[in-house]
């Protein structure tokens, strides 16, 4: 979300890398819906063209990104894996990182998606600072 709705910035970045194809974006169908649910909230408070600027601006950074698109895990699974994550509400987003095995999965929620999510899901969890401080060969 604040990678398309920001200027710049670590977020602006990291899909600019995918729109060119030098990373590969995966996109689980339950963060897409989220995406796309705060974005029509974001942009009832814009003025129209902007709002229609931001929603054709989505849409066009979808098609050059050409995402993987992880679909929703079924409703068993996620009652099975529960105990993954603390957050309900979060377990359909791990079980689709789980099952595409993405080399990252990235995100600002460290409340939720912590070192111990990361060793249980066997996944590897940081934000786009982090990322890009490992790119960059910087460790912290």
């Known amino acids: ?33 989220e995406v796309e649910e705060n974005l029509l909230l974001h942009a009832e408070g814009l003025r129209s063209a902007d709002s229609d600027q931001l929603i054709q601006d989505y849409h066009h950074l979808i098609k ?14 996620v009652r099975a894996n529960r105990h993954l ?18 080399d990252w999965l990235l995100t600002h929620n460290t409340k939720h998606f912590t070192r111990a999510v990361a060793r249980r899901a066997s996944l590897h969890i940081a934000t786009p600072a982090e990322f890009f401080r490992t790119l960059s060969g910087i460790v912290r």
């Open 64 to 77: 050059l990104t050409d995402p993987e698109v992880v679909p929703y895990p079924s409703k068993d699974l």
């Open 1 to 33: 979300m604040a990678g398309i709705v920001s200027d710049r910035g670590l977020d602006k970045a990291t899909l600019s890398l995918c729109a060119a194809k030098i990373c590969k974006l995966v996109l689980a169908e339950v963060v897409r819906e």
């Open 85 to 102: 994550i603390r957050h309900e509400a979060d377990v359909p987003v791990l079980l689709s990182a789980i099952a595409s095995k993405p």
